[in-house]
């Protein structure tokens, strides 16, 4: 047993900026061309009184056509395309007045943009107020914004000119304004005149405050809280008599069930019918098993049993639409078990509206690419929710030519809050009859997983059910959701796991772990890195990893034996020495490479390093201009440096290519756009290779977030591809996220 292991210097990262190599742009390949998407974060969408809808949020497709983060939809739910707004960042609040539209972007301050217009920003509007803006509400000519820290002005709606002359004798960060003389800035109801509380309004207290209120149609204000409302200890969601200044009603207590420091409810529906639709993230609620949206009826508020517009995502934001019908949008791939991208029109019992055309988008990433010579497939994992329009949930199988493998689809849930990663499949490795893959998830096709999985390889790609290590923990977050970042699978087949978790199997064990066959843990091997693992790279009788210092902010390699567990301190004294903010590892014909930087502030790129010593190979020194990120191997040694040019603020994605000899291969050069990112590289049969992350085109060419290179032709053998593997050879594998050796090398070893 071994006491924590201890880093052993501190790094520092650093971004420079460098041109690269002048060269004619490197094609992609005809395949993969996929259309890599998540489905995106709708925060609001509000109704306009000709039947279109505002729709705002973090996204940048509208159905197949370009919209970032503010669009406006037509009635039956396509782009309304003649409708343009200059809005590039993220919106946090927004309002609508008849004839025009406000809106607070996360970077502060307020847009006005005329309803009638191309989308245009109104230049005659001026607000020069920089706080970052929470709600807004627009009523009589006037604007009233409330900041995070409960701060509420008005302002005038024509110019954006404040008026001095308004106080709110209440603060709060959830307006509503009813259009009849009153404010509500949480639950506090004020004169909107004066700014003066309303001697008529004693609603009850709410502790810690309110964080959604919504104004039904009913004669209730409704607020949720995640403390109690009122002296009665209702908990999580009540509403007030406005016909009786405030009052509480008693018996409305529909029960929410689900992670209590996850659950919310953002958004209420209220009809004049007593049916209140309620939508935001929890389990069940009132009393019936509606994730996410939910009607309730009667006096008790308990859950309509007809209702079916349950999500399998969380639901911000609500509108009335015509016939009673529910527009829900938020970030969900589906609503009744019918797929839908964020955004769908409902029937009043919850059944999705098949004349309601409208999907919403953001960018994909792809973390981990594996591909598998011996069944001609390859493995991509990453944060996506379709390829075109078939659902496959953070984990795909390309064929041979590189087109989508549609009979292979299983899926994992993706928490889109993870701290350290997002959350989706960031590891693959694939065995003889098997593909393993890891990441930050908790269910997989359903069934409750934790950081990692067994797949079949067989169509469907059928969860192993014997197979459950069950990876918990997170050193980072009050969290039990482990983060699984690197897998490798030795010359026995076990799995070698590297992330950020404590426990295996309810056992501790911390950031490293060895499982056999059936998934169990080996308690015998316990390296206990201090830090999370980043990237390993498996070398036949050692492991070579990456951690992550968070007290330094700095990343390290080192190598343990797989025998006994124990370090080499001299290799890891020699290459820590030597090198600083190391980002990616592997081990290849004998030797280990990495991207690093030698001295924490200059330019990551790739090292050759001796896999006994831990010495930098001098002699081998390529001439990258690529800020190095990612590596991958081929069969004839040329190594791949992936990464990103940064320049001033932005940046784009970079690849190249270095001959055996360390010569730079001037002709290959991909080109890609401002603001790409490249997080996943491989190398597989014929020398194609993979690359993936965060991208929309690549050398003009389209490509979404995942693409490839080389011949577009590669003969199919004619033996069959479901060879046993020979004997004494590790099974097939992918080091590490996006790092896959090819079959080749691994029978070199």
């Not at 409330?146 to 959830?174: E, F, K």
């Not at 190095?628 to 791949?640: E, H, P």
Request: charged share 20%; glycine share 12%.
């Amino acid at each position: 047993m071994h006491a924590a292991r201890m880093p052993m210097a501190a790094f520092a990262f650093a971004a420079i900026s460098c041109t690269a190599a002048a060269a004619a742009p490197t094609l992609p390949r005809n395949l993969p061309d996929l259309a890599l998407r998540t489905s995106g974060d709708v925060y609001r969408v509000e109704a306009q009184a000709d039947g279109k809808w505002i729709v705002s949020g973090s996204f940048y497709e509208v159905g197949d056509a370009p919209a970032t983060n503010l669009a406006r939809l037509d009635a039956d739910g396509s782009l309304d395309a003649g409708w343009v707004p200059p809005i590039t960042v993220p919106l946090d609040a927004v309002a609508v007045s008849p004839d025009s539209l406000y809106v607070a972007p996360w970077t502060s301050g307020v847009f006005k943009i005329p309803l009638s217009g191309n989308g245009d920003v109104d230049t005659a509007f001026w607000f020069d107020d920089s706080t970052s803006i929470a709600t807004l509400a627009v009523d009589g000519g006037f604007l009233y914004v409330a900041t995070y820290d409960g701060d509420v002005q008005r302002y005038d709606a024509a110019t954006g000119n404040h008026d001095g002359s308004w106080t709110c004798a209440a603060s709060g960060h959830l307006l509503i304004a009813d259009h009849a003389g009153h404010l509500y800035v949480d639950q506090r109801r004020i004169d909107i005149a004066d700014g003066a509380l309303d001697p008529h309004w004693n609603a009850p207290t709410i502790a810690p405050g309110a964080y959604a209120t919504a104004l039904g149609r009913d004669g209730y204000l409704y607020v949720a809280s995640h403390g109690a409302i009122g002296a009665g200890g209702i908990e999580g969601l009540a509403r007030l008599r406005v016909d009786r200044g405030g009052a509480i009603d008693s018996a409305w207590r529909p029960v929410a069930v689900g992670d209590a420091a996850d659950s919310s409810f953002d958004a209420i529906l209220a009809n004049g019918d007593g049916t209140v639709v309620v939508a935001g993230k929890f389990d069940r609620l009132g009393g019936g098993a509606h994730a996410n949206l939910a009607r309730l009826v009667g006096a008790d508020g308990s859950a309509d049993p007809t209702w079916s517009g349950h999500s399998d995502g969380e639901v911000t934001s609500l509108a009335m639409g015509p016939a009673n019908s529910i527009v829900a949008a938020g970030t969900f791939t589906s609503i009744g078990n019918t797929p839908r991208a964020s955004i769908a029109r409902l029937s009043p019992n919850g059944i999705p509206d098949p004349a309601f055309v409208a999907a919403l988008y953001a960018q994909a990433q792809v973390f981990a690419i594996a591909p598998d010579p011996a069944h001609g497939h390859t493995y991509v994992g990453g944060a996506f929710d379709w390829a075109g329009t078939e659902r496959h949930r953070n984990i795909l199988r390309l064929n041979h030519d590189g087109s989508l493998d549609s009979t292979w689809t299983p899926g994992t849930d993706a928490p889109r809050d993870a701290m350290w990663f997002t959350g989706g499949v960031h590891a693959i490795a694939v065995a003889a009859n098997d593909v393993i893959v890891g990441g930050r998830f908790s269910r997989v096709d359903d069934v409750e997983r934790h950081g990692i999985a067994r797949l079949g390889q067989a169509a469907p790609g059928a969860l192993d059910a014997g197979w459950n290590p069950d990876v918990r923990g997170n050193s980072f977050e009050a969290s039990s959701e482990a983060e699984i970042t690197a897998i490798a699978l030795d010359a026995q087949g076990r799995a070698l796991i590297g992330g950020n978790f404590t426990t295996v199997g309810g056992q501790p064990q911390a950031m490293l772990a060895r499982l056999d066959a059936g998934g169990a843990l080996d308690p015998a091997w316990r390296p206990d890195p201090y830090y999370p693992v980043l990237r390993i790279a498996y070398g036949g009788d050692a492991l070579y990893f990456i951690s992550f210092d968070d007290r330094t902010s700095r990343t390290y390699a080192s190598k343990v034996r797989l025998d006994d567990d124990a370090f080499d301190d001299a290799w890891d004294q020699a290459a820590q020495g030597a090198l600083q903010q190391v980002s990616d590892i592997v081990f290849a014909d004998g030797r280990v490479f990495v991207s690093a930087s030698a001295d924490g502030f200059g330019l990551s790129r790739v090292y050759r390093l001796s896999a006994a010593t831990g010495s930098v190979d001098s002699a081998w020194n390529p001439p990258t201009t690529c800020r190095t990120w990612r590596i991958a191997v081929d069969d004839a040694g040329a190594v791949y440096a992936g990464g990103n040019i940064p320049e001033g603020l932005d940046s784009r994605a970079c690849l190249q290519r270095v001959h055996a000899d360390g010569t730079l291969d001037d002709g290959f050069a991909p080109a890609w756009s401002s603001g790409s990112l490249l997080q996943a590289l491989a190398v597989g049969e014929g020398g194609i290779t993979f690359v993936g992350g965060s991208f929309g085109s690549i050398s003009n060419v389209p490509r979404h977030s995942l693409a490839a290179f080389g011949a577009d032709a590669i003969a199919v053998p004619t033996h069959p591809r479901s060879r046993p593997w020979p004997p004494g050879r590790p099974a097939m594998c992918a080091a590490c996220a996006s790092n896959a050796e090819s079959a080749a090398r691994h029978r070199r070893r």
